[in-house]
């Protein structure tokens, strides 16, 4: 069985930072893309971040120029790396790896992280 481990959310003040990180564990594969998505109250779960396994990384333009995706392999760990947070980047932030196990390919999620950001 996969599990995805999420780490590093919390409050932060406005222009601050926070480190997010994700690690997979289990029966793995492969490991496709890599991803993370936020959802805000009230609102819908939209994409912040993904790199895929060549290293090309897509991020909306919300966060761009902010937000910065990595991943170490030989961890099956994904990590976002968030400058300059805005209240507005207040959310809880998932992670989601599209991941070979035994029971074949899957997107699979993380537990969810809470991001404050507020003075």
């Known amino acids: 069985q996969v599990q995805l481990v999420e780490s590093g959310g919390g409050l932060v003040q406005p222009g601050g930072s926070l480190r997010l990180s994700c690690a997979a564990s289990g029966s793995i594969f492969s490991i496709y893309v890599m991803g993370w998505y936020r959802q805000a109250p009230g609102k819908q779960r939209e994409l912040v971040a993904r790199m895929s396994n060549d290293g090309s990384t897509n991020y909306p333009d919300s966060v761009k120029g902010r937000f910065t995706i990595s991943r170490d392999n030989a961890k099956n760990t994904v990590y976002l790396q968030m400058n300059s947070l805005k209240s507005e980047d207040t959310a809880v932030y998932y992670c989601?790896?599209?991941?070979?196990?035994?029971?074949?390919?899957?997107?699979?999620w993380g537990q969810g992280t809470q991001v404050t950001v507020s003075s």
């Open positions: 989601n790896i599209d991941l070979v196990a035994n029971r074949g390919r899957y997107d699979a």
